[in-house]
C-alpha cells in the first residue's frame, strides 16, 4: 500500500523535471533588470537556459508612458540561446523591456523587466 502514492510521486517529479528542461528561462540580460544605466543601452540581450525559436520570438521597449519605441530584432545573430535587440540612442528615464519566446517545446514564454537611464 506505501508503494502507490511513492511511486506517483516519483512520475510526478520526472514530469516535472521534463516541462522544466524543455521550457525556456531567462537566466540573465542585458542590461540587468533594475539597472541604473550613466549611457544609453546600445541593444538588449536576453539569455536563455535552452535554444529559442528568435524568427517567433519579440522584444518590445516602452517609454515611461507605456509608448513603444521600435527595436530590431537581430533574428538570425548570434549564440541559438541568446536574444538581441537593437536599440535606437534612448533619452535619460525609466524603460521597460516587454519579451516573449517560443521555447523549442513548443510553449510561449513571456516576462519583462526595467531600467533605468540617467539624466
Ligand atoms: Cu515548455
Known amino acids: ?3 502507490g502514492p ?15 528542461l ?6 540573465e540580460s542585458s542590461p540587468a533588470t ?8 546600445p541593444e538588449i540581450s536576453l539569455r536563455f537556459n535552452n535554444r529559442i525559436e528568435k524568427k517567433l520570438s519579440t ?6 508612458g507605456g509608448a513603444p519605441r521600435p527595436v530590431t530584432v ?9 536574444l538581441t535587440a537593437r536599440v535606437p540612442s534612448l533619452p535619460p ?3 521597460r523591456v516587454e519579451w ?10 513571456s516576462g519583462g523587466f526595467s531600467f533605468r537611464v540617467a539624466r
Do not use: K
Open 1 to 3: 500500500m506505501r508503494t
Open 6 to 20: 511513492v511511486a506517483a510521486a516519483g512520475v510526478l517529479a520526472l514530469a516535472l523535471a521534463g516541462s522544466a
Open 22 to 27: 524543455a521550457h525556456s528561462l531567462l537566466l
Open 34 to 41: 533594475g539597472a541604473r544605466l550613466a549611457a544609453p543601452p
Open 59 to 64: 522584444i518590445r521597449l516602452l517609454d515611461e
Open 74 to 82: 537581430l533574428a538570425a545573430d548570434g549564440p541559438v540561446d541568446r
Open 93 to 95: 528615464g525609466a524603460w
Open 100 to 109: 516573449r519566446v517560443l521555447s523549442t517545446d513548443g510553449h510561449i514564454v
